[in-house]
């Protein structure tokens, strides 16, 4: 069984308990305009095109089939006819302008470079956490993985923006230890607006998850003028609060524009450069808001422990 996986990054402080091991999947139903990682969205290998690596070699030009290559300094592309993604530009790229994002991989090639940590995960109470894209849309590679990483005692948490069918999705979240979940906006209507999608199956499937008594934060990216209003996180806490008990908590994932050089890679246009991260007293008023309404609010790794969670890092009142 094969998929397609974005990256493997290794040494993650914030995906998790511990020190980890993050897997990206490829593939989301939902297009966030601040998405760090837009390339995860589509299911299949992408060619990127980094123009700041590019050193006019014409290497690329050279070995185009279609004849339209050209060094990425230059545009990538000529006008004459469109790319039919052979990759044969980024075989000779040997300054990476040009690269695949996503390569096909198997279980067995997974964890065959995720048991190259397995020695920190020990020392730390770390381990694996899928993400993506959203790696609940690959439910069967996913349990694969999941049972395998389980076999060799390995902590497995996973990322999720919560929109999957719930049916096809069960059995592999039944195996994994952790679950990492975001809400983006409690308006149904400015939800869809923003990321393509309403917000029902989220809010549905993050009660089913609950239900299942595995450990679960739930984690609000703030984007300042789009969801950081004071009613929209008041909402999203009372749900927490009233429709999700035990779990872990609240964090607040801040704003930054890291993943900027990847719409310019993929050719798109990035429709939120106007905005900049909310500074650290913003956040710092966010999160007693999100206290005041008596649900914690998880400010570092202290408040993803797996097995035993303080008393204190769950919810109040």
């Given amino acids: 069984m094969k998929n397609i ?3 493997i990054q290794r040494w993650s402080m914030s995906d998790g308990p ?24 589509a299911r299949l290998p992408q060619m990127g095109i980094f123009a700041a690596r590019c050193v006019a070699c014409d ?12 060094p990425a300094k230059e545009g990538a592309f000529s006008e004459d006819g469109d790319c039919k993604q052979c990759g044969q530009c980024i075989e000779v790229c040997h300054a990476k302008a040009r690269t695949w994002m996503g390569e096909s991989m198997s279980v067995d090639e997974v964890i065959r470079q995720i048991k190259k940590d397995q020695v920190f995960y020990r020392r730390s109470l770390g ?27 390995i902590h497995t948490a996973i990322e999720t923006c919560g929109y999957f069918d719930w049916e096809a999705a069960k059995p592999a979240i039944n195996r994994v ?45 703030i984007i300042p003028s789009i969801n950081d209003g004071e009613d929209n996180l008041r909402a999203t806490a009372a749900f927490v609060r009233e429709q999700l008990p035990g779990v872990v908590g ?11 050089v ?13 905005i900049r991260p909310p500074d650290d007293d913003h956040m710092q008023n966010l999160r007693e808001l999100i206290k005041d309404e008596g649900v914690c609010c998880i400010t570092d790794d202290s408040g993803y422990a797996s097995d035993s969670v303080p008393s204190k890092l769950r919810l109040v009142g």
């Fill in 5 to 7: 996986i974005l990256e």
């Fill in 18 to 41: 511990g020190t980890r091991t993050v897997v990206f999947l490829k593939g989301c139903a939902l297009h966030c305009p601040w998405c760090a990682n837009p390339e995860s969205q």
């Fill in 59 to 70: 290497a690329c030009t050279r070995v185009c089939p279609q004849g339209i290559a050209v």
């Fill in 127 to 153: 381990g694996v956490t899928f993400s993506g894209g959203e790696p609940l849309l690959q439910p069967v590679f996913l349990k694969e993985m999941l049972e395998a990483c389980r076999k060799l005692g």
């Fill in 177 to 221: 230890d952790y679950i990492l979940c975001d809400i983006k906006h409690m308006d149904a209507e400015r939800h869809r607006e923003l990321t393509g999608v309403s917000h029902g199956r989220i809010l549905e499937n993050a009660k089913k998850m609950n239900r299942l008594g595995i450990p679960m934060v739930i984690r609000i990216p």
């Fill in 250 to 260: 609240i964090e607040l994932l801040p704003y930054h524009s890291l993943g900027l």
């Fill in 262 to 274: 990847k719409y310019a890679a993929l050719g798109r246009d990035y429709t939120l450069d106007h």
